[in-house]
């Protein structure tokens, strides 16, 4: 059985018609089902018209008293689920409810453990023209994701999906504690899976009801990705990684003023020594230290290295030009060359920070199995599914 939970507040012009299509399209796909909805005490009446529906579809109503938010509404309609499989949905007709039936038909067809719904990749988008500000206000969500959680959401096309279904399975022994309207993060980085699979679908124009999204639930996106950070250890990590960066730009400053002050070399020419050997001392030191349970079986040490390095070095290629061009340009415009270096190292790494943290950690990172008793492939890995409109693709994680 498929138990779906719809969280609401003041849905009451959508909520019925929800309702009707996500039980028309699971029973599409052949699934027996139930419908959850989970109403913070909404004035609208949004409970009661749920609870008329019952007599038509399967639906059980939770009433919880004031706003306590989207996510622990979700996971207080998973507590009183009856199925095997657990989804959720938003109620204001933006998740096309039509989307479960693919939803369903693509996990049972991969034996995943979690089918998310995505906006991102062939097929998938958004049908509102959105301006410029919330577009840019959703990348930055999601790439603040992936920066803080590299290791969790690197390979997933969307992050802040909504719109899902996990097998209750992947959830034992999970405690989820999630704050705010993000529950698919905490899903992604506490829950037992092995294979997980995205759909494409168009987001839909929001036709009736407002956004609930505002400053509060901002700070609590913020808290809810440092508490994930911390909890599954990159955290820990990062603070590794902070201190080899540090290491980094007084390995590269050091090297490029004693080569340019006390031997004379060409400022150009001491930037191409300085700053391969500061990229070399990072790699390694992340090797040894932040990224330790990473390591390659001892046969492919040699060759796992090497090739990781330089991946590493492509990936940081665009930091370390930034780097060289900045302290270049302020050297020749007659700015101490300490200065000029120090001011190189950070916007070089700036860049790093802003747009290649996933894939810089990715450069180490052989993710652990997150279920010993699960389905792995051939090289031992995790394996993620796009389901595209005509055909499939699959990537490890």
């Avoid at 062939?122 to 049908?127: E, S, T, V």
């Avoid at 730009?249 to 090297?255: G, S």
């Avoid at 070089?348 to 389905?375: E, H, K, M």
Wanted: with cysteine.
């Amino acid at each position: 059985m498929i138990s779906v939970v719809l969280p609401t507040y003041n849905e009451a012009r959508s909520i019925q018609e929800a309702l009707r299509r996500a039980s028309a399209a699971l029973r599409t796909a052949g699934e027996e089902h139930e419908l959850i909805v989970v109403d913070d005490s909404s004035p609208d009446g949004t409970a009661d018209l749920a609870e008329a529906s019952a007599g038509e579809i399967l639906v059980r109503v939770l009433r919880r008293p004031g706003r306590q938010g989207l996510a622990t509404a979700v996971v207080a309609g998973w507590g009183i689920a009856r199925g095997d499989v657990l989804g959720v949905m938003d109620a204001d007709l933006q998740h096309p409810p039509e989307v479960l039936t693919r939803l369903a038909s693509a996990l049972r067809a991969h034996s995943a453990e979690l089918a998310i719904a995505t906006r991102s990749g062939p097929g998938g988008g958004a049908a509102e023209d959105w301006s410029w500000t919330r577009r840019l206000s959703s990348w930055a969500a999601t790439h603040l994701a992936a920066c803080v959680l590299p290791r969790t959401l690197a390979e997933v096309r969307d992050p802040m999906s909504g719109m899902f279904l996990v097998r209750a399975r992947a959830l034992e022994g999970v405690r989820l504690e999630p704050t705010g309207y993000k529950i698919l993060l905490e899903v992604l980085g506490k829950a037992h899976y092995c294979e997980l699979v995205e759909v494409p679908y168009v987001f839909q124009a929001r036709s009736v009801g407002s956004s609930k999204l505002g400053m509060r639930e901002s700070l609590q996106y913020l808290a809810h990705l440092l508490r994930l950070a911390r909890s599954t250890g990159q955290l820990r990590s990062w603070m590794g990684y902070a201190a080899v960066g540090l290491s980094g730009a007084a390995v590269n400053i050091t090297i490029l003023v004693y080569l340019a002050s006390r031997r004379a070399w060409p400022v150009g020419l001491a930037l191409a020594v300085a700053i391969p050997l500061a990229l070399v001392n990072n790699f390694f030191w992340n090797w040894l230290f932040t990224f330790r349970t990473s390591r390659l079986p001892s046969g492919e040490a040699h060759t796992g290295v090497l090739s990781r390095l330089v991946h590493y070095a492509k990936v940081c290629a665009p930091g370390a030009l930034l780097n060289a061009c900045l302290t270049l340009l302020l050297a020749w415009r007659g700015v101490r060359l300490l200065l000029a270096s120090a001011a190189g190292v950070m916007l070089g790494g700036a860049w790093n920070l802003l747009f290649n943290v996933p894939a810089i950690w990715r450069s180490w990172d052989s993710p652990a199995p997150r279920d010993p008793t699960g389905v792995w492939d051939e090289s031992g890995n995790c394996r993620l599914v796009f389901i595209g409109n005509t055909s499939s693709s699959s990537q490890r994680v």
